[in-house]
Nanobody, 125 residues
Framework: QVELVESGGGLVQAGGSLRLSCAAS???????VGWFRQAPGKEREFVAV????????RYADSVKGRFTISRDKAQSTVHLQTTSLRPEETAIYYC???????????????????WGQGTQVTVSS
């Protein structure tokens, strides 16, 4: 099973940017890759997902126009470029993979696997 490792988190002021990365440990991975986040005291929520080819992606309404998910050519790393960050987006950001043949509204968070340990993003006001 692929293990995913997140990096790139940190402390940033409101309005700032961070580029998060999700890498497969020691190998490439070919499934859909999603980013999720969990704020203190809240449930984990979907942020973005990208297809195997990198040609299709979907975002949570709250991050549309501010976050961009991308996949490098070797498909060994998926990035989440975050901009205009808000204090309420302070959370642990996780990546995970989905190996289904297609992605639709019926796909649940529990259908994702190979969850990483997460990377902390703290946005100060």
């Amino acid at each position: 099973q692929v293990e995913l490792v997140e990096s790139g988190g940190g402390l940033v002021q409101a309005g700032g940017s961070l580029r998060l990365s999700c890498a497969a440990s020691g190998r490439t991975f070919n499934g859909y890759v999603g980013w999720f986040r969990q704020a203190p005291g809240k449930e984990r929520e979907f942020v973005a997902v990208i297809s195997r080819s990198g040609g299709w992606s979907r975002y949570a309404d709250s991050v549309k126009g501010r976050f961009t998910i991308s996949r490098d050519k070797a498909q060994s790393t998926v990035h989440l470029q975050t901009t205009s960050l808000r204090p309420e987006e302070t959370a642990i950001y996780y990546c995970a993979s989905y190996s289904g043949t297609s992605f639709n509204a019926n796909v649940k968070m529990t259908d994702f696997g190979s969850w990483g340990q997460g990377t902390q993003v703290t946005v100060s006001s």
